[in-house]
């Protein structure tokens, strides 16, 4: 298959998918491995790293040092500060090789921030429209509209979909209110 014309790939990058969705751009010294899918109007930063089997939505900012590995997910319009780390095994050692069945999966919903230099253990789920401050270590899933941060991660707040922490009413000064749900915070009508 071959890449939409629209793709920007920068000349010291290395694109080595043909899944890249149109208008994307892959800027220098980034280097994304055959096998990942990268959707549409994305912006994968400097010295970023995309492994084969990674998965990135549409409108997703990747800023530089960003490590994506296999099995991870990341939806439409979510932010991934600069040196933002992933893992994908949980207890990797180099005498005992485990293959790709031994990785767990990551999942970011829509809409989420993570901030730089953030770790993101393997085997979670962010939930929509969350957000990581800067310099988190997530070890465990994160409800939707969440605000994470410290080592461990820690939820201390609730964040709007604007960004914005939200009051203790859920109810943020841009106008959208929520409601309290099982999987976090959801968006009143």
Same mark, same amino acid.
């Given at each position: 298959?071959?890449?939409d014309p629209?793709?920007?790939? &920068? ?7 043909d899944d890249?969705?149109?208008? *994307?751009? !892959? $800027? ?9 899918? !990268? ?5 994968? #930063? ?19 040092? +960003?490590?994506? $590995? ?16 992933? =893992? ?14 031994? $990785?767990?999966? =990551?999942? +970011? ?9 953030? *770790?993101?253990?393997?085997? !979670? =789920? !962010?939930?929509? $429209? ?8 997530? =070890?465990?899933?994160?409800?939707? &509209? ?28 841009? #106008?959208?209110?929520? &409601?309290?749900?099982?999987? #976090? ?5």
């Open positions: 298959m071959a890449r629209s793709v920007f790939v &920068h000349e010291l990058a290395l694109c080595e998918s890249v969705g149109p208008r *994307t751009r !892959i $800027w220098a010294f980034a280097h994304v491995l055959p096998g990942a899918r !990268i959707g549409a109007d994305c912006n994968v #930063g400097d010295h970023a790293y995309v492994e084969g089997g990674a998965v990135l939505g549409d409108s997703v900012t990747v800023k530089n040092g +960003v490590m994506v $590995w296999d099995g991870v997910t990341v939806e439409d319009q979510v932010f991934l500060g600069p040196n933002v780390v992933f =893992t994908n095994h949980p207890r990797p050692r180099v005498a005992f090789k485990r293959g790709p069945s031994s $990785w767990e999966k =990551t999942l +970011v919903r829509r809409g989420t921030t993570i901030g730089a230099n953030a *770790t993101v253990v393997c085997g !979670i =789920t !962010i939930g929509r $429209w969350a957000m990581v401050g800067a310099g988190a270590v997530v =070890t465990a899933d994160v409800p939707d &509209h969440a605000l994470v941060v410290g080592n461990p991660g820690r939820q201390v707040g609730w964040a709007c979909e604007c960004g914005l922490t939200l009051p203790d009413t859920l109810a943020c000064s841009c #106008g959208r209110r929520y &409601h309290r749900t099982e999987g #976090g915070l959801a968006r009143q009508p």
